[in-house]
Nanobody, 118 residues
């Protein structure tokens, strides 16, 4: 059974930093790309960052490029999102999943709320 558990969100001032974590289980974690997504109130869920298997390459949405860094620990089945220079427009619920633009699984975790105050 696929499980995705996000954590690390919170309330931070503009310009601050947060590090999100995602614990994954129920599938061959090290063999798949992993991504972070976010959904702001009234908006559709969007892809934020992707890391390929073994961390060979990463891709970012233009809106977060240069500020966010995705990484993974295959020994612990964890994927991280380091978010720096946060802006109010980064406020959203953040989710992780396997895959990229198209997710491998229909399951979603509960997400973690990130709120950036101006």
């Amino acid at each position: 059974q696929v499980q995705l558990v996000e954590s690390g969100g919170g309330l931070v001032q503009s310009g601050g930093s947060l590090r999100l974590s995602c614990a994954a289980s129920g599938f061959f974690f090290s063999s798949v790309a992993m991504s972070w997504y976010r959904q702001a109130p009234g908006k559709e869920r969007e892809l934020v960052a992707t890391i390929t298997s073994a961390g060979r390459s990463t891709n970012y949405a233009d809106s977060v490029k240069g500020r966010f860094t995705i990484s993974r620990d295959d020994a612990k089945n964890l994927v991280y999102l380091q978010m720096n220079s946060l802006k109010p427009e980064d406020t959203a619920v953040y989710y992780c999943n396997a895959g990229g633009y198209y997710t491998l699984f229909p399951n979603w975790g509960q997400g973690t709320q990130v709120t950036v105050s101006s």
